[in-house]
């Protein structure tokens, strides 16, 4: 059974670049509010520096969603459900700030900053990479770094991460109203990208993940190589999701007939 008595063998969370000076300095239990996520998805924004910005469009993205998860806490939402908000949305503001800083994010994040301005990639494959990396990578290393901090148990965590549905369904709902309006059709090959994706079901790949890296926590060696293969996962992902697509376009008129031969074609 996992307890909070297994905190002494507590595995390491990978460091990331800090996003403020006050990043990860917590006073008091619960010092984190949506209206603080806000504010530093507002404060830390990419700095759009062509057209496309791939970057750009998860960020605005994002933080519509932050936006609409509220302005504080809710009667029914766990107290630790906002301080793990921060705490997941830091690991984006940490892979952003290292590549700004001209440093190597981590390996999820590295095809949306490598591709971001590819102009044969569509708005919404840079959103659904973006949720991709945060949601495969980010989440479970976020549970555990609150696990961590606050000396408890995976079992104490789970009404937190329950808590969270709202902010990872809003931004899921962000990115498929982002895809709905691009499709062109059906058979449009950005339908087959989309899938079947699910806030539910990643979030529940990301509890699973966050699980094994607690129980891993007995084998120091362990906890790095399965973080090392959790990011290597999120970047093949990402990649397959930027993979480039042509714009939508009309159809092209029929060549009169003959005009193969013309054209030496035929």
Do not use: I, N
């Not at 960020?59 to 939402?77: C, M, V, W």
């Not at 107290?79 to 690991?91: C, E, I, Q």
């Not at 499709?183 to 699980?211: H, I, K, Q």
């Not at 993979?243 to 159809?251: H, I, S």
């Amino acid at each position: 059974m996992e307890s909070a008595q297994r905190t002494v063998l507590r595995p390491q969370v990978p460091p990331q670049v800090p996003v403020s000076t006050e990043a990860s300095t917590h006073p008091s239990p619960w010092p984190s509010r949506p209206s603080r996520l806000t504010a530093r998805l507002r404060t830390a924004g990419p700095v759009r520096a062509a057209p496309v910005d791939g970057v750009a469009v998860f960020h605005r993205l994002y933080l519509s969603a932050a936006t609409g998860f509220g302005g504080g806490p809710e009667p029914d939402r766990p107290p630790g459900t906002d301080d793990l908000a921060v705490r997941l949305a830091d690991r984006y503001l940490g892979a952003l700030a290292a590549a700004q800083a001209g440093l190597r994010p981590p390996a999820c994040w590295r095809p949306l900053f490598r591709l971001r301005h590819h102009p044969g990639v569509r708005p919404s494959q840079f959103a659904l990479a973006g949720v991709s990396a945060h949601l495969a990578h980010d989440l479970p290393l976020a549970l555990l770094e609150a696990a961590t901090a606050r000396g408890v148990g995976p079992e104490a965590l789970e009404a937190d991460l329950d808590g969270l549905a709202g902010l990872l369904e809003g931004l899921e709902e962000a990115v498929g109203e982002r895809v709905r309006a691009e499709l062109s059709s059906v058979a449009d090959p950005l339908a087959y990208l989309v899938g079947g994706r699910s806030a539910a079901r990643a979030r529940e790949a990301a509890w699973s993940a966050f699980r094994m890296l607690w129980r891993l926590g007995e084998a120091p060696a362990l906890p790095g190589e399965f973080t090392a293969r959790l990011g290597a996962e999120a970047q093949s992902a990402a990649r397959l999701l930027l993979t480039p697509l042509r714009p939508p376009t009309a159809a092209a008129p029929r060549p009169e007939k003959g005009e193969g031969r013309r054209h030496g074609g035929g």
